[in-house]
């Protein structure tokens, strides 16, 4: 296989992350994107009880098991298989289930904290932040965690305020500065997702006509 190229997608809970990645899929040949979600590689808890999982901060670099991760987008870089992790929200912690994944010539690591690790960091090419408004994102999980995961309103803002807001501002928005592209307005951004679309099919390796 011809070189990997690794792109780094962070930004706040909400932002449109997602969003984003689908785009880049989408512009790119069937089949060419791998994408390793950082949701995937919260520690494993399997030896803590209910109630320490529970208090564990989900939204906190040291909730993540980095040291798998590297390993894994490593092995992926040099053209091997990997079984990446799948995690539970409801249990607050890993399922026995891995989903298979093989190296493609694109991997997008998507997460809150993508570009909160420096080892991690010096392995993309290319790192983005999608930008959006605080509020804006506020009203995303409130959508999202009344609908995927069973909280209420109050519950969600109560969350939101005292500790999705000030892990953002601690951990998340200082690393929009090691961004190489910051994407303001997340997924509704049309003409900023075009052009970093274009700009990594023009990383691409000229298809060889046969």
Not at 15 to 43: F, M, Q, R, W
Not at 87 to 99: A, D, G, K, Q, W
Not at 189 to 197: D, F, Q, R, S, T
Request: with cysteine; charged share 30%; glycine share 6%.
């Amino acid at each position: 296989m011809n070189k990997i190229t690794i792109i780094g997608i962070a930004g706040g809970t909400g932002s449109g992350k997602t969003t984003v990645v689908k785009k880049i899929v989408e512009a790119l040949p069937p089949h060419y994107v791998a994408v390793v979600p950082l949701d995937s590689y919260y520690n494993d808890t399997t030896h803590l009880t209910d109630e320490e999982r529970k208090a564990i901060n989900f939204d906190h670099p040291d909730a993540f098991d980095w040291k798998l991760l590297i390993k894994q987008v490593n092995e992926l870089r040099q053209g091997h298989d990997i079984e990446q992790p799948t995690y539970s929200y409801i249990l607050s912690n890993r399922l026995p289930e891995t989903i298979h994944v093989e190296p493609k010539p694109v991997i997008v690591i998507e997460g809150i904290m993508t570009l909160c690790n420096k080892k991690l960091r010096d392995m993309m090419d290319l790192k983005i932040f999608v930008d959006t408004d605080p509020d804006e994102r506020l009203i995303r999980n409130i959508q999202r965690d009344t609908i995927d995961r069973g909280r209420t309103v109050s519950m969600v803002v109560d969350r939101y305020l005292k500790v999705l807001k000030p892990m953002h501002e601690q951990f998340i928005e200082p690393t929009k500065r090691y961004a190489d592209i910051i994407i303001p307005q997340g997924g509704e951004n049309v003409k900023g997702i075009g052009i970093l679309c274009k700009y990594i099919e023009g990383l691409m390796p000229e298809e060889k006509n046969v």
